[in-house]
């Protein structure tokens, strides 16, 4: 079982920075690739970014590449997302999701779980 909760969230202008954390309970935190998604209201969550259990490999949504960073700590049970150059249509909840596996996936459906979501939104 693993819990996630994220935090970093807020009102930004566009062109600003937002640093989203997601701390994990449990002891096998480092067996688990993670992602971060995002929803806004009538639409399907998205894949942002992800991150292989070790680092060593990341992804990315198209439209985020050059802007987003995806980073973990597995000693501190944390990953990260560093938004810079925000846009207003980065405006959404987001959410960061733990796929018990050692690649990064980029589908909703195959993580195992989820935390609560973080609310970030950006001004024109």
């Known amino acids: 079982q693993v819990q996630l909760v994220e935090s970093g969230g807020g009102l930004v202008q566009a062109g600003g920075s937002l640093r989203l954390s997601c701390a994990a309970s449990?002891?096998?935190?480092?067996?688990?690739?993670m992602g971060w998604f995002r929803q806004v209201p009538g639409k399907e969550r998205e894949f942002v970014a992800g991150i292989s259990w070790n680092g060593g490999s990341t992804d990315y949504k198209d439209s985020v590449k050059g802007r987003f960073t995806i980073s973990r700590d597995n000693a501190k049970n944390t990953v990260y997302l560093q938004m810079n150059s925000l846009k207003p249509e980065d405006t959404a909840i987001y959410y960061c999701?733990?796929?018990?596996?050692?690649?990064?996936?980029?589908?909703?459906?195959?993580?195992?779980?989820w935390g609560q979501g973080t609310q970030v939104t950006v001004s024109s």
């Open positions: 999701a733990a796929f018990r596996g050692v690649v990064v996936t980029t589908l909703p459906s195959e993580y195992d779980y």
């Open positions: 449990g002891r096998t935190f480092s067996a688990y690739a």
